[in-house]
C-alpha cells in the first residue's frame, strides 16, 4: 500500500512538472492609446505579467521601427511577478493623423510565444501652418524676389510666441520681432526669396515657440530658379 501511495506522489509530482508553463499577460491589455498627442517623444511604463507556475524567459523585444525603444528590466520573471518595459515613441514634426506601431515581446510562453503590444495615438499639431505646410515659391528668377505666404495657427488654449528666427541665404520674412499669437488666433507668415543661381536650391525658415508641445518649427522648401518646387517641412 505504501508503495502505491509514493507511486501515486511521484506520478502527480510528475503531471505537475511536465505541465507547468509559464504564461505572459501586459498588464492593461495588449494595445497602449496615448490618444490625441502633439507630435514629441511619448513615453509609457507597461508591466508584463507571469501568470503561469513556471519561469517565464524573455528572449527579445523587437519594435517596428527605429523611432520605438522598449528595453525590459529584467529577462526573467518567475511565477507572479512582473517585469517592466520603459517605452519610447519619438515622433517629429513631420508625423501626422492616425500612428500605430507593434513591439513584439519573443517568449517561452508556449501559447504566445511571440506577444503583439500594439501602440497607437493621433496627432494633433498645437501649431498648424497652411495653405501648406511647406516653402513654395512660383515663378523663381535669378535676382527676382519670390514670395511664399503662409498662415501659422495657434489651435491651442494658451498664448504662444515666437522667437529667435532663423533661415537660409537669399531669405527674408515679414517677422522682426518676437510674435504673440492669442490662443485660437492666426498670425501671416510672409517668405521671400532671390535665387542667386540657376537651377535648383533648397531652402529653410527656423523659429522657436513658447508651445511645450512643439519648441521649434522648420519649415523646408525648394525652388528651381527656372520653374517650381517644394518640399514637406
Not at 25 to 44: C, F, H
Not at 72 to 78: E, G, H, Q
Not at 143 to 149: P, Q, R
Request: aromatic residues 10%; hydrophobic residues 35%; proline residues 5%.
Amino acid at each position: 500500500m505504501k508503495k502505491v501511495v509514493i507511486f501515486g506522489l511521484m506520478l502527480f509530482l510528475a503531471n505537475v512538472m511536465l505541465y507547468a508553463q509559464p504564461k505572459l499577460v501586459i498588464m492593461g491589455g495588449d494595445t497602449y492609446d496615448w490618444g490625441p498627442t502633439a507630435p514629441k517623444s511619448l513615453r509609457a511604463t507597461i508591466k508584463i505579467k507571469n501568470e503561469g507556475d513556471k519561469d517565464l524567459y524573455i528572449s527579445k523585444i523587437k519594435p517596428s521601427c527605429g523611432c520605438t525603444t522598449a528595453p525590459i528590466d529584467k529577462n526573467t520573471i518567475a511565477p507572479g511577478d512582473h517585469g517592466t518595459i520603459k517605452l519610447i515613441l519619438n515622433l517629429d514634426n513631420n508625423s501626422t493623423g492616425n500612428i500605430k506601431k507593434i513591439v513584439k515581446i519573443f517568449s517561452n510562453d508556449p501559447r504566445s510565444p511571440e506577444k503583439i503590444l500594439n501602440l497607437v495615438c493621433k496627432i494633433v499639431k498645437p501649431i498648424y501652418i497652411k495653405p501648406y505646410s511647406y516653402l513654395k515659391f512660383n515663378d523663381a528668377a535669378v535676382g527676382v524676389a519670390s514670395t511664399c505666404e503662409l498662415t501659422v495657427e495657434n489651435r491651442t488654449k494658451e498664448v504662444i510666441t515666437f522667437s529667435k528666427y532663423e533661415y537660409s541665404d537669399g531669405i527674408s520674412i515679414n517677422w522682426y520681432k518676437d510674435i504673440t499669437v492669442q490662443a485660437g488666433g492666426s498670425v501671416k507668415l510672409k517668405v521671400t526669396y532671390v535665387p542667386d543661381t540657376i537651377g535648383f536650391q533648397s531652402v529653410t525658415v527656423k523659429f522657436k515657440t513658447s508651445c511645450k508641445e512643439m519648441q521649434y518649427i522648420t519649415i523646408t522648401g525648394g525652388v528651381d530658379a527656372d520653374g517650381a518646387g517644394y518640399f514637406n517641412y
